[in-house]
Every structure is written in C-alpha cells, then in structure tokens.
T-cell receptor, first 113, second 112 residues
Framework: RKEVEQDPGPFNVPEGATVAFNCTYS??????FFWYRQDCRKEPKLLMS???SGNEDGRFTAQLNRASQYISLLIRDSKLSDSATYLC??????????????FGTGTRLQVTL | NAGVTQTPKFRVLKTGQSMTLLCAQD?????MYWYRQDPGMGLRLIHY???????AKGEVPDGYNVSRLKKQNFLLGLESAAPSQTSVYFC???????????FGQGTRLTVV
C-alpha cells in the first residue's frame, strides 16, 4: 500500500463546476498535511495547509479526517486557471524528528469552457 | 526574489558519467531536500538535510550522494550515472519542519 494515495484522474470538469479530490494516508501518527499544486513542467507550489478543524481559502476548502486517515480538497466555481495537478502531501515524520514530506502521485484537473 | 535556484536546468549524460546538481536558497532555511519525480511515481525523497553539515537518507538514496557544507547550498551528486536515474530532480527548502516547502524549478536529467 502506498503511504499517500490519490485518484490520478484526470478530472475533466466544465468551468463553474465544483470538484472534490480525495487522499488517504497510511501513517496514523502523521501530524501535518498539505495540498500542493503543480502546473505542467513546473515545480510544486503550496496551495494550502490542512488543519484538523478544516480550512477555507476563497474557493478552496480542505478537510482532514484523522479517524479515517483521509484528506479532501474541494474547489468551487472552477476556473480555467485551476487546471493543474493537485498533490496531497503528508508529513510522515514523527514529532521531534526530521521532516519527511511524502507526496501522493497527484490528481490531474482539466477545466474546460 | 530568487528563492530556490537549481543548476543546471537540463542535462544529458552518458552512462557512467558523473555530475553534480547544485541547489541554492536565499531564505535562510534550515531544511533542504532533494526529490526525483517520475511519471506515475510522484515525488520521492532522495536525501535531505536539517542544517548545515548534516545530511540523511530519504526513500531512494542509492546511487546518489549529497553535501551541505554551507547552509544555503545543497549539492546532489551522481557518481556513475545510470539510465534509471533519468528523471526530473527538484530541490526544496523549508524554514522549519512543518512549514511550507519551496521548490526550485527542477533539473531535467537524461542518462543515455
């Protein structure tokens, strides 16, 4: 089983649609969680951190379910510019030890007119 | 606003050749990382460093060596390149353990 698993997609959605991505992780002791965005042939960039209480940043909402070891990202009112690969990232390192950011393989989103 | 800079951006090597990839960050970050990204595999951690003079193995360290003699620089070496090391290599840095990781633009390496 992969440490961080994502549906690879692609998700093809029309502009204005709402789309949700899911991610599961294997290490129940993981402490921090992130969503990164990667455009084609570019480097990953932080989209948002994921907090236990859930958090929202404009059209983006991230949720964490520790009991199910599950993270989600919801994008509302999709824009053409949202087309990218979304990477689920979990810090598998134990508290007090070195960081061990583990990346999922990514979910590709294509928003169309 | 340099952030994290990787050199070179592209390279073609012959099997058995050696090379060094340089990563430089100007944000005074403690943590630095080297990843490789392959289709269908996601980013995999090769080596990382938690401070000047320290290095540690990641998930896929075989065939690579690293050094962090200065806080701002993290070097990745390939002593004897193999076709299996054809990949896109990303360097990243972060201030603290659980803070945002900033990535360089990547190095596309082909070993023939």
């Amino acid at each position: 089983r992969k440490e961080v698993e994502q549906d690879p997609g692609p998700f093809n959605v029309p502009e204005g649609a709402t789309v949700a991505f899911n991610c599961t992780y294997s290490n129940s002791a993981s402490q921090s969680f992130f969503w990164y965005r990667q455009d084609c042939r570019k480097e990953p960039k932080l989209l948002m951190s994921v907090y236990s209480s859930g958090n929202e940043d404009g059209r983006f909402t991230a949720q964490l379910n520790r009991a199910s070891q599950y993270i989600s990202l919801l994008i509302r009112d999709s824009k053409l510019s949202d087309s990218a690969t979304y990477l689920c990232v979990v810090n598998m390192g134990n508290t007090g030890t070195a960081s061990k950011l583990t990346f999922g393989t990514g979910t590709r989103l294509q928003v169309t007119l | 606003n340099a952030g994290v800079t990787q050199t070179p951006k592209f390279r073609v090597l012959k099997t058995g050749q050696s090379m060094t990839l340089l990563c430089a960050q100007d944000m005074n970050h403690e943590y630095m990382y080297w990843y490789r990204q392959d289709p269908g595999m996601g980013l995999r951690l090769i080596h990382y460093s938690v401070g000047e003079g320290t290095t540690a193995k990641g998930e896929v360290p075989d065939g690579y060596n690293v050094s962090r003699l200065k806080k701002q620089n993290f070097l990745l070496g390939l002593e004897s390149a193999a076709p299996s090391q054809t990949s896109v290599y990303f360097c990243a840095s972060s201030l603290l353990r659980d803070t945002e990781a900033f990535f360089g633009q990547g190095t596309r390496l082909t070993v023939v």
